[in-house]
């Protein structure tokens, strides 16, 4: 599993990027993921490659307060259940806490988004209590020495 950048070669690719259909309302379309990193100023679009193939999309950014979080994370129906999921946060992880002044890594889903939720614990993320998305999303955070363990185990 590699991530990169999207770019004119495989944005198209990502576009055609599908979800099952239970999981459909729980994540945007990748073309409305794209457009809030082209049209905003927060987030960065990867794409999620598995033998020079795209299966997944996730997108990075940094907040106001310089956080660093991910979000957009899609990974197509046809490759679910293989670890890609995982493998693309630990990675975007270790990206994120490569940078300066990074204190951490945050994320949030719906609230009733239980397979979200459970994913996320199970990788050391935990719930805060805060709110996201206008209060409709919780954010779950893993503070810097939980994330550089994250990427030093799942190194190995």
């Not at 994370?73 to 630990?90: E, M, Y």
């Amino acid at each position: 599993m590699s991530l990169v950048d999207v770019d004119a070669s495989n944005w198209g690719a990502c576009a055609a990027l599908r979800v099952e259909e239970g999981q459909r309302r729980w994540v945007a379309d990748v073309t409305y993921y794209l457009c809030v990193c082209v049209y905003g100023d927060t987030w960065h679009p990867l794409a999620i490659e598995v033998d020079n193939e795209v299966v997944g999309f996730v997108m990075w950014g940094i907040d106001d307060d310089s956080s660093r979080w991910i979000g957009g994370l899609v990974v197509d129906a046809a490759h679910q259940g293989r670890g890609v999921g995982s493998a693309a946060v630990i990675e975007v992880t270790r990206v994120l806490i490569a940078q300066p002044g990074c204190a951490g890594v945050a994320l949030s889903c719906d609230p009733l988004n239980e397979a979200a939720r459970s994913f996320y614990a199970g990788l050391g993320f935990l719930e805060t209590g805060e709110t996201a998305e206008d209060g409709a999303e919780l954010v779950s955070r893993l503070g810097l020495s939980d994330a550089r363990e994250l990427v030093a185990i799942k190194k190995t």
